[in-house]
């Protein structure tokens, strides 16, 4: 069974920085697109980031780009999202997904996390 694990959820304040980790297994993990969502109260789930296959293509939501930093280590079967200058408005569930597309998207995952909370104070 295919299983995500996130992790490194918690408080900041604004400004301050956050690393959270997807931990996969059941999967080659290599072969596999991953990204990273959210979710705000209220809110539908947005795309933040994806990371291709062998690390070389990376993509950003406008509204995170420049502060958040994608990267995986396919050794460890781990992908991590670096979260700089963190804003109120990053305040959210934040899920870990693997796709088996080829190419780096925004839309089709096939499994997901639990999801890990980040809550940024002012």
């Known amino acids: 069974q295919v299983q995500l694990v996130e992790s490194g959820g918690g408080l900041a304040q604004a400004g301050g920085s956050l690393r959270l980790s997807c931990a996969a297994s059941g999967l080659t993990f290599s072969t596999y697109t991953m990204g990273w969502f959210r979710q705000a109260p209220g809110k539908e789930r947005e795309f933040v980031s994806a990371?291709?296959?062998?690390?070389?293509?990376?993509d950003y939501a406008d509204s995170v780009k420049d502060r958040f930093t994608i990267s995986r280590d396919n050794d460890k079967n781990t992908v991590y999202l670096q979260m700089n200058t963190l804003k109120p408005e990053d305040t959210a569930v934040y899920y870990c997904?693997?796709?088996?597309?080829?190419?780096?998207?925004?839309?089709?995952?096939?499994?997901w996390g639990q999801g890990t909370q980040v809550t940024v104070s002012s």
């Open positions: 997904a693997a796709s088996i597309r080829v190419g780096v998207q925004r839309y089709e995952y096939n499994y």
């Open positions: 990371i291709s296959r062998r690390g070389r293509i990376t």
